[in-house]
């Protein structure tokens, strides 16, 4: 979902096709670092301690390491490493702000927030879509790149209509288990 809403973002931005092939190879990898993350940490059904939440941004940091391996991965490095920096310089690994983060990051940052929001998690139930439209509405300029906060916004029915693609691909491949389980 994160690679999709960040692809439409990328199209709608006009972002020249090489930034969209690196969003379209970065996105999947953006949260790979979690490996490194603790299960109890990451699935803990309650708010995080301070502690756990420090260990859980060092996700970041950790996806940018194991891909510093692989040398055709090295210009999605930003992707991962960055996605949780916030416009204002509040966010985090390296609390940059504005234009010092990457674009592609920027980007990725708008959708891997929406998914967020709009999917239950161990300790909470998503939130309506309109909500969530509204908050990177609220968050452009703050958490958010106003200018791709801006072009998001712009492409709701297409990221409605994608989110729903999405659920009937989830429906489908649930009925063809099913399926192969009756048979």
Same mark, same amino acid.
Do not use: P
């Given at each position: 979902r994160v690679r999709d809403y960040s692809h439409l973002l990328g199209q709608q931005l006009e972002l020249p096709q090489? &930034?969209?092939?690196?969003?379209?190879?970065?996105t999947p990898l953006h949260d790979i670092g979690k490996i490194g993350i603790d299960d +109890?940490?990451?699935r803990k059904p309650g708010k995080l301690t301070a502690q756990e939440f420090e260990i859980m941004k060092s996700h970041t940091v950790k996806g +940018?390491?194991?891909l510093e391996q692989v040398a055709d991965l090295a210009d999605v490095i930003p992707i991962v490493r960055s996605h949780h920096e916030r416009w204002d310089g509040g966010g985090y690994p390296d609390g940059t702000a504005g234009e010092k983060t990457n674009r592609l990051a920027r980007i990725v940052a708008i959708a891997d927030a929406f998914d967020a929001?709009?999917? &239950?998690?161990p300790y909470r139930k998503g939130m309506p879509v309109e909500v969530a439209f509204a908050e990177v509405?609220?968050?452009?300029?703050?958490?958010? &790149?106003p200018v791709a906060a801006d072009a998001f916004l712009a492409i709701k029915q297409r990221v409605i209509q994608e989110m729903q693609s999405e659920t009937k691909k989830i429906n489908m491949q649930q009925f063809g288990?099913?399926?192969?389980a009756v048979m």
């Open positions: 090489k &930034d969209i092939h690196l969003i379209l190879m970065g +109890a940490i990451l +940018a390491k194991i929001m709009t999917s &239950d998690r509405e609220k968050m452009r300029g703050k958490q958010f &790149d288990m099913l399926r192969l």
